[in-house]
């Protein structure tokens, strides 16, 4: 069994920072990526941000392009986001994902592993 765990989240003002992490542990698997979902309330799961592993490639939701950065930790997968500007339209919860293997990083069905969900909210 395949654990994630997210950490960081919580309240802040309007152009602060957070910054999320997300630690995997368990049965060891090979990572092809990593992403970052998040989910407001009464509207569907969204791709924020994902990492190919290997490569290094990253990539972002045009919502938060510029003011979020996607990075890998020095301890193995473990993955971060670094969370600038932040708007009252980023409240939501947020979720890290893995997946062994994927075709399109923007696709939620298509990670195998996530971890519960760490709360951001942006008041105005």
């Known amino acids: 069994q395949v654990q994630l765990v997210e950490s960081g989240g919580g309240l802040v003002q309007a152009g602060d920072s957070l910054r999320l992490s997300c630690a995997a542990s368990?049965?060891?698997?090979?990572?092809?990526?990593m992403g970052w979902f998040r989910q407001a309330p009464g509207k569907e799961r969204e791709f924020v941000a994902a990492?190919?592993?290997?490569?290094?490639?990253?990539y972002y939701a045009d919502s938060v392009k510029g003011r979020f950065t996607i990075s890998r930790g020095d301890a193995k997968n473990t993955v971060h986001l670094q969370m600038n500007s932040l708007e009252p339209e980023d409240t939501a919860v947020y979720y890290c994902?893995?997946?062994?293997?994927?075709?399109?990083?923007?696709?939620?069905?298509?990670?195998?592993?996530w971890g519960q969900g760490t709360q951001v909210t942006v008041s105005s």
């Open positions: 368990g049965r060891t698997f090979t990572t092809y990526a």
């Open positions: 990492i190919i592993w290997s490569a290094g490639s990253t």
């Open positions: 994902a893995a997946a062994r293997r994927l075709f399109n990083v923007r696709q939620r069905l298509e990670y195998d592993y």
